[in-house]
């Protein structure tokens, strides 16, 4: 099993009362320490422009802009985003910017892409707000799109929701036959089956039954569109708040609600805050994660992507993480 881990950017309440004009440098040390060692595979931001569980006027740093900087200040660890909404910049762009960021960083980008979903974000930028078919139908095209671009160099392509003509993509990405797709989304009927046709990578719940379920739903549609199901990484995204004890656990968890609730209102911060009390869900003792892990390891998952609402202020849960649970897994 590898693993990933989030950069705290803003978009979960996770840079409060961090001066703004401090947080790249909050970032960025982060970004330096997991690069510097051998335990992380790779590291993650959210495409998005507001913050959750609400929108709030706290800072939400923008993914892209983010990759370009940590490709010219990491060195080894890969860079993705979790997931990039296709609808939020046209796809002929977006593979040159793509492209441009995988050569800064001498070829480390992974393309996380999904269909967008966050409503209030999307109308606000002036998006209007699709419905769900017509997402999935432009996430479809935009692959195709930047496939086509990075492989060839050139793009022409006339669909439904996107044309380009002759867009010319150069340089192309250092890696050989473009970026590695990450396809996100567990919509049974669509995005698995757009995952089956084009990704490398999947993302999808980390809850062991509804993983198995996805698993064996993309395994039916590669069956149909012809690929082949074991060639693709199956991942899933957890939220790590590890304590040496429960108690150290809750503590942690009561912290977190307490740097958020002043914004979002109590009830939200409680609903955010239960979706991560549990070890499915990634919070827990060493000993409960490594239990969990193992079972979504059994299942096919192959790569998880870690979480840490604590990340800006304490880095002692990654330690922990790093120390009692990644060995177990290797």
């Given at each position: 099993m590898r693993f990933g881990l989030f950069i705290p950017q803003g978009w979960r309440l996770d840079l409060v009362g961090i001066d703004p004009r401090d947080q790249w440098r909050v970032m960025s040390d982060l970004a330096t320490y997991v690069d510097a060692g051998d335990a992380w595979d790779s590291l993650w931001v959210y495409d998005h422009f507001h913050t959750v569980p609400v929108p709030t006027d706290e800072a939400t740093h923008e993914a892209w802009s983010l990759m370009s900087a940590y490709a010219a200040t990491t060195s080894r660890i890969k860079l993705g985003q979790m997931c990039t909404a296709m609808s939020y910049r046209n796809p002929a762009y977006l593979a040159k910017v793509a492209a441009t960021a995988d050569v800064i960083s001498g070829g480390r980008i992974q393309m996380g892409i999904g269909g967008g979903w966050y409503e209030h974000e999307w109308r606000a930028y002036g998006y209007g707000f699709p419905s769900a078919g017509t997402r999935l139908a432009r996430l479809d095209e935009g692959v195709q799109i930047m496939r086509d671009a990075w492989r060839d160099g050139v793009v022409s392509f006339d669909g439904k929701h996107y044309q380009v003509d002759g867009a010319i993509v150069a340089p192309r990405p250092l890696q050989d036959g473009g970026l590695p797709l990450w396809i996100a989304g567990g919509g049974e009927k669509v995005t698995l089956r757009i995952a089956a046709?084009?990704?490398?990578?999947?993302?999808?719940?980390?809850?062991?039954?509804?993983?198995?379920?996805?698993?064996?739903?993309?395994?039916?549609?590669?069956?149909?569109?012809?690929?082949?199901?074991?060639?693709?990484?199956?991942?899933?995204?957890?939220?790590?708040?590890?304590?040496?004890?429960?108690?150290?656990?809750?503590?942690?968890?009561?912290?977190?609600?307490?740097?958020?609730?002043?914004?979002?209102?109590?009830?939200?911060?409680?609903?955010?805050?239960?979706?991560?009390?549990?070890?499915?869900?990634?919070?827990?003792?060493?000993?409960?994660?490594?239990?969990?892990?193992?079972?979504?390891?059994?299942?096919?998952?192959?790569?998880?992507?870690?979480?840490?609402?604590?990340?800006?202020?304490?880095?002692?849960?990654?330690?922990?993480?790093?120390?009692?649970?990644?060995?177990?897994?290797a």
């Open positions: 046709k084009y990704a490398q990578y999947t993302n999808f719940t980390s809850e062991p039954d509804g993983f198995e379920h996805k698993s064996r739903v993309l395994a039916e549609h590669c069956k149909d569109v012809g690929t082949d199901f074991d060639a693709i990484v199956r991942s899933a995204n957890i939220n790590a708040v590890v304590g040496t004890s429960e108690a150290d656990v809750e503590d942690r968890l009561a912290r977190v609600r307490s740097r958020i609730s002043d914004l979002t209102g109590e009830a939200a911060a409680d609903a955010m805050l239960n979706a991560m009390n549990s070890p499915q869900a990634g919070s827990g003792t060493p000993e409960q994660l490594v239990e969990s892990l193992q079972r979504l390891r059994d299942l096919g998952c192959e790569y998880v992507i870690c979480y840490f609402p604590e990340a800006a202020y304490d880095r002692s849960s990654i330690e922990l993480f790093e120390r009692e649970i990644m060995p177990a897994l």
